[in-house]
């Protein structure tokens, strides 16, 4: 049981390059969303979204564009990377059940130099 | 509100109790989690209390909530040094957000 996946684990980007973070999860849930985490600001929704073919702006969507490709899979494209966009990114789905909480993938750390 | 507020670190001694505090500020949350981060490694789920509960334990862990004073605590008996990680608070913000803490980083020393 995997659970979410995210790709790529590490990546270095150049200012101006753009790239694209994958997320797929297999546990059916119908929400995906994506966040930032920055020493000393906990965790910071980039956007989400709340069922497949609907995409929301969280706290910080400037510089970010997504797409909820299907259920499983939600994406997130930096089209212009900027050094102020190095961080671990999260994704993370959640079904139902408010008990159940969020499912995270391990992150990608990503770098803009 | 959307602000959830927690100490940044926290030291303990292996053996004794760790307390970790949070309190928030959507008195409308349904839910109340604690997540534990590792390092190296996502966000992993912890417990969680209902807002109609008072307390909830779970083996070494015990979640206690005071909605008056919107106030949320982990209690984690026995420290050991595999439970030195980052604890962060979340509130249910509606049926799919979540609003998180800073997080705590919790240290045990021998």
């Known amino acids: 049981n995997a659970g979410v996946t995210q790709t790529p684990k590490f990546q270095v980007l150049k200012t101006g390059q753009s790239m694209t973070l994958q997320c797929a999860q297999d546990?059916?849930?119908?929400?995906m969303y994506w966040y930032r985490q920055d020493p000393g600001m906990g965790l910071r929704l980039i956007y989400y979204?709340?069922?497949?073919?609907?995409?929301d702006k969280g706290e910080v969507p400037n510089g970010y564009n997504v797409s909820r490709l299907n259920k499983r899979e939600f994406s997130l494209r930096l089209e212009s990377a900027a050094p102020s966009q190095t961080s671990v990114y999260f994704c993370?789905?959640?079904?139902?059940?408010?008990?159940?909480?969020?499912?995270f993938g391990s992150g990608t750390r990503l770098t803009v130099v | 509100g959307e602000d959830v507020e927690q100490s940044l670190f926290l030291s303990v001694r292996e053996g004794d109790s760790s307390v970790i505090n949070c309190t928030y500020t959507?008195?409308?949350?349904?839910?109340l989690y604690w997540y534990k981060q590792e390092p190296g490694a996502g966000l992993q789920l912890l417990t969680y209390?209902?807002?109609?509960?008072d307390m909830k334990q779970d083996q070494r862990l015990t979640v206690l909530l005071n909605k008056k004073d919107k106030h949320l605590s982990l209690r984690i008996a026995d420290t050991q040094t595999g439970d030195s990680a980052i604890y962060f608070c979340?509130?249910?913000?509606?049926?799919?957000?979540?609003?998180f803490g800073a997080g705590t980083t919790v240290t045990v020393r021998a």
């Open positions: 993370a789905s959640s079904g139902d059940r408010g008990d159940y909480g969020y499912t």
């Open positions: 546990m059916n849930h119908n929400s």
């Open positions: 979204s709340a069922s497949e073919g609907t995409t």
């Open positions: 959507d008195s409308s949350s349904t839910y």
């Open positions: 209390i209902f807002s109609n509960m």
């Open positions: 979340a509130e249910s913000i509606n049926d799919y957000k979540l609003s």
